[in-house]
């Protein structure tokens, strides 16, 4: 059959199946000047052995089609439009947080209008030219650009697994190099305190300022990130011995997080209003169950932004938190193994982001280097006359 198969090459037939309103039906389904279903046929040895709908009604994606079924081994043709869309699926079939599918979202829908731009309609045609191309037009900053590259090797590989294109060209692009990171820039003492301070003056009631109040302390005792503060429940606050404890696994790693919490933190929480629209009972501290998850970190987002403008701290962002709580540990002689447990990270990230912090480190880098000046000295050069 594979050899019937490939003695059709060059022997397809591209024609229309006329509708019943066509204009042209009696003329025969040789007149391709209208817009009715392209269908193909495949003969060998004058006897017909294919006959096939193209599902097109564009001549141009027919032909392409018609080049895949005249080589069956090759891959399957597959708009970019389509390809795009049954990735968004597989990414909600596989329970990707929606904040994330927002994120693919934007990309690839830059991607979709650069290919219509350039006429490319078949995964096929997203060659490595086409893809550093699209690169170009993004304009983005190296670190954007390097995460915006893993999505494209997902989407690449995702096409190839499914043979609709042949190779995974992303994969072959080299991500930027020397990518500085982000420095870290921790809050200082007085700064977190005039931070705790705005909580009392923003909004028009005690409901918004309760509320800032219990998230602030939240983000800064736990350094959990916005998402898991917005979705905090109440029932992942427990007693143990004299002390209180909050247990969550996080949102983006899954990592479980088990922190002992101060007492004026829990008081925050025990006298943060219930949301608006909530039930008595409800679980939540901060989402009242029926808001979507997404517009709930929304509001805490705003919530924030209006704590930190009353404060007045330059460049104040939630994640600032999470610096001031893995330098304040690496300060105490904490090792990375420890933050990366208590921030839910792994050991090395808390490397890559923080060790110039610790002590203990600092201190090993100081007895090396005075080990080695130690007994070196240079004589100075006579002065001249």
Not at 295 to 308: D, H, Q, S
Not at 314 to 335: K, V, Y
Not at 337 to 356: F, M, Q, T
Request: hydrophobic share 40%; net charge positive.
């Amino acid at each position: 059959m594979n050899g019937e198969r490939a003695k059709i090459n060059r022997m397809l037939t591209i024609w229309r199946r006329h509708t019943g309103s066509c204009p042209h039906r009696r003329k025969g389904r040789n007149v391709l000047k209208c817009n009715c279903p392209l269908w193909a046929d495949g003969y060998l040895n004058g006897k017909r052995v294919l006959r096939q709908s193209l599902g097109t009604r564009d001549m141009a994606r027919a032909r392409k089609k018609a080049v895949a079924l005249e080589a069956p081994d090759a891959a399957v043709y597959k708009s970019v439009d389509d390809a795009i869309r049954a990735f968004f699926a597989h990414c909600e079939s596989d329970g990707l947080k929606a904040s994330t599918q927002i994120k693919y979202r934007n990309a690839l829908k830059q991607l979709g209008n650069f290919c219509q731009m350039r006429g490319i309609e078949d995964v096929r045609e997203l060659t490595m030219d086409n893809v550093d191309a699209f690169r170009a037009t993004r304009a983005l900053k190296p670190v954007t650009a390097a995460k915006e590259l893993q999505l494209l090797r997902q989407f690449c590989g995702f096409c190839m697994d499914r043979k609709w294109a042949p190779e995974n060209v992303a994969r072959r692009i080299k991500a930027p190099r020397n990518i500085k990171p982000n420095d870290v820039e921790p809050f200082t003492k007085g700064e977190i305190a005039l931070i705790v301070d705005a909580c009392q003056h923003i909004g028009r009631s005690s409901y918004e300022r309760l509320r800032a109040r219990a998230m602030i302390l939240t983000l800064r005792y736990t350094a959990l990130r916005l998402g898991d503060v917005a979705m905090l429940a109440r029932d992942r606050i427990s007693r143990d011995g004299d002390r209180w404890r909050v247990f969550l696994r996080t949102e983006k790693s899954g990592k479980a997080v088990f922190l002992p919490i101060p007492f004026d933190m829990k008081e925050a929480l025990d006298v943060c209003p219930m949301p608006r629209k909530g039930t008595p009972e409800g679980k939540w501290f901060f989402w009242n169950g029926i808001t979507d998850e997404l517009a709930t970190k929304g509001m805490m987002e705003r919530t924030l932004r209006a704590v930190f403008k009353k404060s007045g701290v330059q460049r104040a962002h939630a994640h600032r938190f999470r610096h001031t709580l893995a330098t304040e540990l690496l300060g105490e002689g904490a090792t990375c193994e420890d933050v990366a447990d208590i921030l839910g990270n792994s050991p090395a990230v808390i490397r890559k982001h923080y060790a110039k912090w610790s002590a203990a480190r600092q201190a090993r880098i100081d007895s090396l280097m005075e080990a080695v000046h130690a007994g070196v000295e240079y004589k100075a050069p006579e002065r001249v006359q």
